[in-house]
């Protein structure tokens, strides 16, 4: 798991790990927490300022499905594929209330009312949506009406409605203090995958399998528009695809939905590497965000090499025993069961794992968004760092007055320069030109108002350069000298102190990883002269 800063691109911390994929993320009310459920069967919380995992929830005997805060940001409940939906405490950290279905059911989806005091999920194999009082643990009702799974659930802000969403291509409104039954129904044309409501309880959007999102007015329950997002999600050639792209239907609809904090926003991401951003009032796409560019993963890459395909079809689907001959009749028995995807009878994969979005999530404070994706969860924060500014510069700040600058011994200038340019090999060239001896005084009379971008260069030297030391003391030299003004522009500096705390940590991390292989190895160098030594 790992937090980005989208205006560098960069990451500035690591978090632990599930030992399988994440299934979902959910953020406390003012974002400082995120829980996260994977297919480990394992709930995480984090703090997203530091990147801590500070507790594992692990009563879960099958994949966590789906996860939710409490209002009032005391507890978390998750659904799970075991047919349990579970509640936490975020004070005492324990698992305080256990619900479970009549009968043995693959629960999908989880939802917890504004109130917190209802909880909701969607079932698998029976259709159903079962709710109950969060107090007590004590079944309330079971909602019936629906021919499909349902995989997504949503509780109005302000009132007391429910939405469900099935692959049976509606979406049912239910008031579930004063009816058992369905009060309205919005039908669609294909399943329905994922839903959303906006903050304002005025609308919500729906996501459905043929790659449309639909607009509907809450509360005269009509089809405001609709979204075709086929060509905007769309991602990369995937080994095993025996289509053109323009042909291939798998990656173009949209698994997953959100509104942005404002609701001014909405995120939809899918079977690809793109997350869209939409504008919901013009229902005009604003934005399309990669969450990966790594070309081992497949489905990144837009065209693939015809040297992989043969005239058998993609190499990727032809097995190497099969095609050299070489196996035994053991080797070539097809002993697999289309469907599973883990265990002994499961596809054996020959192709690297797709990249796709799972589950999309935004804080409610707008601060930061997050997407669970094949590389795992990818945070993003919203705020605005002071990268450019062209009002600093003028015509005689160039490269050349840096390295002048560099060339007549004032390093301050060259340094403050190179920050005003922006250009990275500039201000190195520049920061690893002053002499260390001089970082103390050099610190003592830095710009104030240069100090968090010179703040976040350190911290991205930190990650790429091994020149430790250099990097802390000058960290050490500017918080001392200027903690005054820091402590004073604490809110400014927040996302790039953050930046810093998680370079450092990555740092230590290395240093430790490397310190401990080093004892290793001399462990093993003197028990084996050891042994050699006579008696």
Not at 6 to 21: D, E, I, K, L, R
Not at 115 to 131: K, L
Not at 485 to 492: D, F, I, P
Request: net charge negative.
């Amino acid at each position: 798991v790992k937090l980005w800063n989208t205006s560098t691109g960069y990451c500035f911390v690591t978090f632990g790990q599930h030992s399988a994929p994440v299934t979902d993320i959910a953020f406390s009310m003012d974002g400082s927490l995120a829980a996260t459920g994977g297919e480990d069967g394992k709930v995480k919380l984090w703090n997203t300022s530091t990147g801590y995992c500070f507790v594992t929830f692990g009563q879960h005997s099958a994949p966590v499905t789906d996860i939710a805060f409490l209002p009032q940001d005391n507890g978390v409940v998750s659904a799970s594929v075991d047919g349990s939906v579970r509640a936490y405490d975020l004070i005492r950290y324990n698992n305080f209330r256990t619900m479970t279905t009549p009968k043995p059911r693959t629960l999908l989806s989880v939802a917890v009312d504004s109130a917190g005091s209802v909880v909701a999920a969607g079932s698998q194999d029976s259709f159903e949506v079962f709710v109950w009082q969060l107090r007590t643990g004590n079944l309330l009702e079971v909602l019936s009406g629906h021919t499909g799974p349902v995989p997504c659930l949503a509780f109005s802000p302000s009132k007391t409605v429910l939405y469900s969403g099935s692959w049976d291509a509606t979406v049912k409104v239910w008031d579930i203090f004063s009816s058992a039954s369905a009060v309205e129904t919005m039908q669609h044309a294909s399943d329905v995958l994922d839903i959303a409501v906006k903050q304002d309880d005025n609308e919500i959007v729906v996501a459905t399998l043929d790659g449309q999102l639909h607009f509907w007015d809450t509360e005269n329950n009509i089809l405001k528009g609709s979204v075709s997002g086929k060509r905007d999600v769309a991602g990369g050639r995937k080994q095993t695809d025996l289509t053109s792209n323009s042909l291939n239907a798998s990656s173009k609809m949209f698994t997953s939905v959100c509104y942005s904090a404002d609701g001014k926003a909405v995120l939809a991401g899918g079977n690809s590497k793109h997350v869209c951003v939409y504008d919901p009032r013009t229902r005009q796409l604003a934005d399309r965000i990669s969450v990966s560019e790594n070309k081992s993963l497949d489905g990144v890459m837009q065209q693939l090499s015809s040297r992989n395909v043969t005239e058998a079809g993609p190499r990727a689907m032809i097995q190497h025993d099969v095609m050299d001959g070489k196996g035994d009749a053991k080797d070539l028995q097809d002993d697999t069961i289309p469907g599973v995807k883990r265990g002994s009878m499961s596809t054996k994969r020959s192709v690297a794992p797709a990249i796709r979005t799972i589950d999309l999530s935004v804080a409610p404070n707008g601060n930061v968004w997050a997407a669970a994706t094949t590389e795992g969860l990818m945070l993003f924060s919203l705020a605005h760092g002071t990268d450019f500014d062209p009002n600093d510069l003028d015509e005689s700040i160039t490269t050349f007055s840096v390295l002048s600058a560099i060339k007549g011994g004032d390093y301050m200038r060259a340094l403050i320069n190179a920050l005003q340019l922006n250009e990275k090999p500039v201000t190195r060239k520049a920061y690893y030109s002053c002499p260390p001896d001089q970082i103390g005084s050099m610190a003592s009379n830095f710009p104030e108002m240069y100090l968090q971008p010179m703040l976040g260069f350190l911290s991205l030297e930190l990650q790429d350069s091994k020149h430790i030391d250099l990097h802390l003391r000058w960290i050490v030299a500017l918080l001392q000298t200027h903690s005054a003004w820091a402590a004073t522009h604490r809110k400014q500096l927040k996302n790039t102190m953050r930046t810093v705390h998680g370079a450092i940590q990555e740092s230590v991390a290395d240093l430790a990883k490397l310190s401990d292989d080093n004892l290793f190895m001399l462990d093993f160098f003197r028990s084996q002269l050891a042994l050699h030594q006579p008696n």
